[in-house]
């Protein structure tokens, strides 16, 4: 066993095992690893992060600026020009080529700022339990066979099996794209299930939603799924996009052209006309420079860069200028059923009572909407039934939204965010339904029940609950319905 872990440690089908199965190879139990096999296994594996790819340095990014043919003609007429003594030609192409690569230093330099941000996916911190100890460490120091402990709010530190579930939900849209938590339980699925379908897995960089858990460390650092994806991106081939393609068939053939005609040029003056060399020489010199499109760089950068700011007021990264050409090419984007490609957020578009059918207008997580039947626009606050579902729909909810300049931002369920957006447009706030109905209990979401509940109480004596779930559980629950004439 012990040879099994020094040469496989990782590439067991980890979710086609029992959780018994599962700590017996990783030579672990409930109760965690003690300190000695913990530093053994981390000089073995290695600490528990994303490798650190190293980028480009300012020089190299600055130098690749300048490798164009176009650049590189600039710069052989620069130099013949100030031969030549033409200091007003030499320092107009001078500036051309300095414009042109400072504009695209610059704006790469920012993308990649931006990509470092977002580099590190691992959670900074992990809770385990070691020698039947609870402590919290550093998410790095997680090596395999320790035992972590997942609670809502916690970002999944590394892959693990997990070996008991109550009510654990886990947010995997990093990995999926699905925008619906997914259920975790302990017992083992098929062989070849796949990544979405492996429920008695969590995977490092997923965010715990609901419910409690425990699980096993079955990979680390670069071992990890969001580990394999980071090495595929780092191995993806680089292309040429179409425009510098065109760049660089146009740069050649305008090159050829040029020396063509001053070849031409410089033997008709020397063998026709007889004109000295020296004199035929800067005849030429002046031929090639006025038929090099000394703008044609700064031109293509700049429309470029404009392109790049256009996409960040969009929140999209662009790393090279170049990218923006292709990403401007695209006609058509392919999803998965979910339709969630990048966002992961979930609005409430439908509200239906017994009485009526709301429409609710809005995109995302912004409060920003209204609710109108038949098109026709309502006051909220005049209707009781509208006002009683989404004062529930707030106050029966464990979400939070967060504004970030022009953005909202959901912690939490998107599901609850939805629902607590929609209760926003309603003209709620937070502070005072946390004021005026405070909450004093609360049944977690649970699959045996598939509801959630909470008791509150109004200050004036009267205590009340507030449930959401699966309708068919609910409605099961329900002896009465609110209408407008009251409870029939």
């Not at 330099?109 to 460490?137: F, N, W, Y």
């Not at 009510?167 to 699925?189: C, D, M, N, R, Y």
């Not at 079955?218 to 191995?235: F, L, N, P, Q, Y």
């Not at 449930?467 to 319905?481: D, N, R, S, T, Y």
Request: a negative charge; proline letters at 4%.
């Amino acid at each position: 066993m012990k040879q099994h872990m020094q040469t496989q440690p990782f590439e067991q089908s980890w979710h086609h095992l029992s959780s018994k199965e599962s700590l017996s190879l990783l030579e672990s139990d409930k109760h965690g690893l003690d300190s000695e096999t913990v530093e053994q296994r981390l000089q073995q594996f290695g600490e528990n992060h994303l490798p650190r790819v190293k980028g480009r340095s300012a020089i190299a990014r600055l130098f690749a600026q300048l490798h164009n043919l176009i650049i590189y003609v600039l710069l052989a007429a620069a130099l013949l020009t100030a031969l030549l003594g033409h200091w007003i030609d030499f320092w107009v192409i001078l500036a051309v080529v300095i414009l042109n690569t400072l504009i695209g230093f610059i704006q790469e330099g920012k993308a990649e700022k931006a990509l470092d941000a977002i580099k590190d996916m691992l959670a900074p911190h992990a809770t385990v339990i070691r020698s039947g100890h609870r402590l919290q460490i550093e998410a790095d120091q997680l090596v395999p066979g320790d035992v972590v402990v997942l609670e809502p709010g916690d970002k999944v530190p590394a892959d693990l099996r997990v070996f008991s579930a109550k009510g654990l939900q886990i947010q995997e849209a990093v990995l999926t794209g699905e925008s619906v938590a997914v259920e975790k339980h302990s017992e083992p699925v098929a062989a070849d299930a796949v990544l979405g379908d492996r429920l008695c897995m969590a995977y490092s960089g997923t965010l715990v939603t609901s419910g409690q858990g425990h699980g096993v460390v079955v990979a680390t650092g670069a071992h990890t799924e969001i580990g394999r994806i980071s090495g595929m991106i780092s191995d993806i081939e680089n292309l040429t996009t179409p425009l510098l393609q065109q760049i660089s068939v146009f740069s050649r053939w305008l090159t050829l052209v040029i020396m063509v005609i001053a070849g031409l040029v410089f033997s008709y003056g020397y063998w026709l006309n007889q004109t000295p060399p020296i004199e035929m020489f800067m005849i030429v010199v002046g031929v090639a420079v006025a038929g090099i499109p000394e703008g044609l760089p700064a031109i293509l950068t700049i429309t470029l860069a404009i392109g790049v700011q256009r996409m960040a007021s969009r929140n999209a990264i662009i790393r090279r200028l170049p990218a923006v050409e292709t990403l401007g090419a695209v006609s058509i984007i392919c999803s998965d059923k979910t339709g969630t490609l990048t966002r992961n957020e979930m609005t409430v578009s439908t509200v239906m009572s017994s009485v009526n059918n709301y429409s609710v207008s809005g995109v995302g997580y912004s409060p920003a909407g209204e609710f109108t039947i038949d098109e026709q626009a309502i006051e909220t606050e005049q209707d009781e039934i509208l006002t009683l579902l989404l004062r529930c729909a707030a106050i029966c909810n464990d979400s939070a939204l967060k504004r970030r300049g022009d953005d909202w931002l959901a912690e939490g369920d998107p599901m609850e965010a939805a629902m607590l957006s929609a209760a926003l447009k309603a003209d709620f706030t937070l502070e005072e339904l946390k004021q005026f109905y405070p909450r004093r209990d609360v049944i977690p979401f649970d699959t045996a029940h598939r509801f959630m509940a909470t008791l509150h109480h109004d200050h004036q004596g009267h205590d009340f609950i507030a449930v959401k779930g699966a309708p068919e559980k609910l409605i099961e629950l329900c002896q009465f319905q609110r209408t407008e004439l009251g409870d029939v």
